[in-house]
DNA sequence: CTGCTCAATTGATCCATGTCAAAACACAAT
DNA sequence: ATTGTGTTTTGACATGGATCAATTGAGCAG
């Protein structure tokens, strides 16, 4: 093994042991921290939360098909999940950010459902499935915790599914942007001035449309002074804007 | 209050008191009852499952907006899940038979997220919520299947979101069409006869396509010798050839 | 800096599905 | 049977977004 490969090596031991910080500092409170812990719990909670992981942009977190274990909790980064069809068609189902949870998919039938890609390197905690069972059986804060946070990821869906199913390709667009703001706001970065961390054709997955449609939307909202847009960097100078593009639809 | 009225009450109550069976000998096992249950266990989770409910077509089972506080498993009939947005176009996210549970994306957020609307006359199961909690820290069997039919709507809703985003028309309707029969296939029932329970707009709304295009091609894989339809009555000649409807897709 | 590759933009054209309209049909109420 | 209402089918036409193609720009390796 080389030289600059060792070092690099224990470089990575030691970040992961400054990073094996507890639960209770996480900066991703909303995944692992149910309000009303008592102090034992949050060390359970500690414990169950074992495995940190650091992912390189391109990295597959796992694959459909892979049997399931455990739940991943996004410190840091940014993922895709993607389905592939047997035909080679693919889908991008969904996007995760820091504070965000995946996996979820792999429960109902112990395999994983779709490929969670990572979109930048990114840092996930693992949560082995098991032992999350046994602990929300404990704690029934952790419980209800858990169960809501797979019932939204059911409404989240069904709200993709009306995007797909009942809106037009600028108003998928504009949705789409505004979701991504009102996200980022929720992790406390700017929701007005952020980069893209997906390609066009990805975003165009998505929504069900292509690439060149996704393009030229951006285009469209950008001349319309709504947007600016210069590849990756967005800038939204109207949220009401945006909104008014699917509120002002006549059926 | 009539006297009509008052013997159709007083004949539901005794209806009420017949279905009033035990979960153990209810024909839709798949939800109420998870494997290797002890006898104990049964009858607790038979005083979990405590109301039973009929509905009228075109009744609704709950409304979006409404507090959440119960799931319900579909004994017979047939429902739509409908979610309506603030300018009035709404989408169908999903059809229920029976044996499968609704009312799952109540959870995370303490109200329902659409509508449940009854197709034909219907009868359901209620689970309080705050009892199925409750029971599934204790029972860890029924937990985990818990567990797995909310993953499993995940996972439906991810195919939809497939459909709706990556194929066409009419692989859509090909799709929908196995995936109706599969699920009455399971059932017991004929998985090449059967009776449509809802309208072509509906299916339309559910597949993002108007109704014109849900009928003809109904009439194409009439003429091509797939499908027998006639109203709502459906035959299926060919699984083989519905599946290679959106299997000799080339990309 | 140069060359390479991949992402993004923009224009021109095409086509799958939507839209509009009319007729046939089914079912329920009277 | 008659009438009314909603569903389905089918045809003619319109159009939003896909497709094809060319160009520009960004990022990266050498």
Same mark, same amino acid.
Not at 26 to 30: A, F, K, P, S
Not at 104 to 112: E, K, L, N, P, Q
């Given at each position: 093994m080389a030289r600059a490969e060792l070092l690099r090596q224990q470089s990575t031991h030691l970040v992961l042991a400054e990073l094996k910080v507890a639960c209770a500092n996480?900066?991703?409170?909303?995944i692992c921290q149910p309000a009303g812990l008592t102090q034992e719990e949050l060390d359970q909670l500690d414990a169950l939360v074992n495995v940190r992981r650091k992912l390189k942009r391109g990295d597959t977190l796992y694959r459909a098909g892979e049997p399931f274990d455990a739940l991943y909790a996004v410190r840091s980064g940014f993922f895709k999940a993607r389905v592939t069809f047997e035909d080679g068609r693919d889908q991008v189902t969904g996007f995760s950010m820091a504070g965000e949870l995946l996996g979820?998919? !792999?429960? !109902? =039938? !112990?395999? =994983?459902n779709c490929d969670a890609v990572a979109l930048e390197d990114s840092e996930v905690c693992s949560i082995p499935y098991s032992r999350l069972e046994e602990l929300s059986r404990e704690i029934s804060s952790l419980q209800r915790h858990f169960h809501k946070l797979m019932s939204r990821e059911i409404v989240r869906e069904s709200g993709v599914m009306m995007l797909l199913g009942a809106m037009r390709a600028e108003e998928r667009i504009a949705a789409f942007l505004l979701n991504l703001s009102q996200r980022l706001n929720a992790r406390g970065y700017s929701p007005l001035e952020f980069n893209l961390r997906m390609t066009r054709e990805e975003i165009g997955s998505y929504l069900g449309l292509k690439l060149e449609t996704v393009s030229r939307a951006f285009s469209k909202f950008h001349n319309d002074g709504l947007i600016e847009v210069e590849q990756k960097f967005v800038r939204i100078k109207s949220i009401e804007g945006l909104k008014q593009i699917y509120a002002h639809h006549v059926s």
């Open positions: 996480c900066n991703v409170r909303e979820m998919d !792999g429960i !109902g =039938h !112990g395999t =994983h």
